[in-house]
Structure formats: structure tokens, C-alpha cells
């Protein structure tokens, strides 16, 4: 029996649930803020996670869903999620 964490399946950090205001670094090294609108972590599988979208192609499931503020959707997980302050939160200062 392994002892290894898994990050999708592990409670969220302190500071990030749904309705969290939050910064997301994505993958192209763009950063995008939103809000935590779900949390997947108890839907996602242990182990080789990745869904089968079609024959050709697979995607690995993410533990959050945020709402970006530009009316998108992003998916990710806790490393690339990051709680804002109140000072941070440009949708603060509005």
C-alpha cells in the first residue's frame, strides 16, 4: 500500500474552497483571477487519472473549476492555485 500523497485527492489547502477568490497560473505561463466555483477532488480516480475524450485523445482532470473574470472557465489543480488577499483582488477594489 503506498503512503504517497496524492494532490486531487488530499482535503484543500487552508485557504482555497468554492467561493475562494483566487490567482491561476496557467500552463503558458499566463496568470488569470476568478473565483472557485467547484471542487472535483472526490471525482477524479486514483491512479493513471486520464479521462478518454475520443480515440484520439485524453485529458487529465483537474481538482478546481474557477470562474475567470473574463467570463471563462479554467480548470486546475492546488499547485497552480493561489488564495488572494483582499489587497491582491483586483475585483476588490471595484
Known amino acids: 500500500m503506498s503512503t504517497e500523497s496524492d494532490p486531487q485527492h488530499d482535503p484543500p489547502p487552508d485557504d482555497l474552497a468554492v ?3 483566487v490567482r491561476v ?6 496568470s488569470v ?6 471542487d472535483f477532488s472526490d471525482m477524479i480516480p486514483v491512479g493513471d ?3 478518454r475524450i475520443d480515440e484520439h485523445r485524453r485529458a487529465q482532470p ?3 473549476g ?11 489543480d492546488d499547485p497552480d492555485v493561489v488564495a ?8 476588490s477594489s471595484e
Open 19 to 21: 467561493s475562494s477568490r
Open 62 to 64: 483537474r481538482r478546481w
Open 33 to 38: 483571477t476568478g473565483t472557485i466555483v467547484e
Open 66 to 76: 474557477i470562474a475567470v473574470d473574463d467570463q471563462t472557465l479554467v480548470f486546475a
Open 25 to 30: 497560473n496557467l500552463p503558458e505561463g499566463e
Open 84 to 91: 488572494l488577499s483582499e489587497d491582491e483582488d483586483p475585483a
Open 49 to 51: 487519472s486520464s479521462v
